[in-house]
């Protein structure tokens, strides 16, 4: 069959998750479950930082926005797929699932920035305890989350304006439970050498440099704690960052499992779920578990909500 002109398509199907028809209502509860503690956990972690005047802090700041990326990339696809296992619907529209790809682009892009920006907090506040005020100002803090912002819906934006312009074919099915931006490549019937080449340049170096950012902060963060002669320095030194050294290790992780080794089948499927539903969701067990501050924080908070009972 010919290809169909892109304005011709009106929607896609979403294959979703690989289960059974009895194991439906199993894994709606479980994925309902997940996206709600997702967005109660973040949403807790963001209400701590702005009511707690001590966690008015250049960490804390950049650890809100990563809480509201978080609940938006959860958003982008979980809903949509709960719905689809609802009403036992696979189909998204046109232009719902192009609107679908330019979020979940946006918003994975701004956790990658996010880590970086706060792995360079990290680097500031353990390399350099006497200027860290001073580094990291109100003034940078801003600039740097308002940087990250626009980096990544014109990223973002790119990709989405390249997508729209290509012819897809009568199959219209996506082996995903999302709209994924390789997925609907392997749909077109168009030439994608355009696409593939800003994936690999434009949106490979988007992702490379806050990695490097990441790995050169954490190798003079090591320097500097192997010269610690103290435990009580190198035990502070260690609790300063373990928590943004777990959630890097688990967000790479499981995005390197999506794109260096699996290949759209169900393994990456299983990858795609860590990245997209369970890492937000345990974000803030890790940021709140770890973290003193957090915990002194939740109990005042507890304390003034039984004060005025």
């Not at 028809?21 to 963001?46: A, D, K, S």
């Not at 990250?148 to 219209?172: G, M, Y």
């Not at 320097?223 to 035990?235: A, D, E, F, H, N």
């Not at 260690?238 to 089948?265: E, N, Q, R």
Request: proline letters at 3%; glycine letters at 6%.
């Amino acid at each position: 069959m010919g290809p169909e002109n892109q304005s011709s398509v009106s929607e896609f199907l979403l294959l979703g998750l690989p289960m059974r028809p009895g194991q439906q209502r199993g894994f709606f509860t479980l994925f309902l479950g997940m996206y709600l503690t997702t967005v109660l956990g973040n949403l807790l972690i963001i209400l701590l930082i702005r009511l707690d005047s001590r966690l008015h802090t250049p960490m804390y700041f950049f650890l809100s926005h990563l809480a509201f990326s978080d609940i938006s990339l959860s958003s982008v696809t979980v809903p949509k797929m709960l719905t689809n296992m609802q009403t036992r619907r696979q189909s998204i529209s046109y232009v719902g699932c192009i609107a679908q790809v330019y979020f979940f682009i946006l918003f994975g892009c701004l956790d990658n920035f996010l880590l970086a920006v706060m792995a360079y907090d990290r680097y500031g506040a353990i390399c350099h305890p006497l200027r860290y005020i001073t580094i990291m100002r109100e003034g940078l803090c801003a600039l740097l989350v308002a940087g990250s912002w626009i980096l990544c819906c014109v990223n973002a934006l790119l990709h989405t304006l390249l997508l729209v312009r290509l012819s897809f074919c009568a199959n219209s099915t996506i082996s995903h439970f999302f709209c994924d931006l390789a997925a609907l490549l392997k749909l077109s019937c168009s030439d994608t050498s355009i696409n593939e080449l800003v994936i690999f340049t434009e949106a490979g170096m988007l992702s490379f440099l806050p990695l490097c950012i990441i790995l050169g902060s954490y190798v003079r963060i090591g320097t500097i704690i192997l010269r610690v002669p103290s435990t009580k320095g190198l035990y502070k030194a260690i609790s300063t960052c373990s928590s943004h050294l777990f959630v890097v290790s688990l967000y790479y992780g499981t995005l390197a499992g999506v794109y260096f080794f699996s290949s759209w089948d169900s393994t990456d499927i299983t990858a795609s779920v860590m990245y997209t539903v369970v890492t937000p969701m345990l974000n803030p067990f890790i940021y709140s578990l770890r973290n003193r501050d957090i915990k002194q924080a939740l109990e005042m908070c507890v304390k003034k909500v039984n004060f005025f009972k």
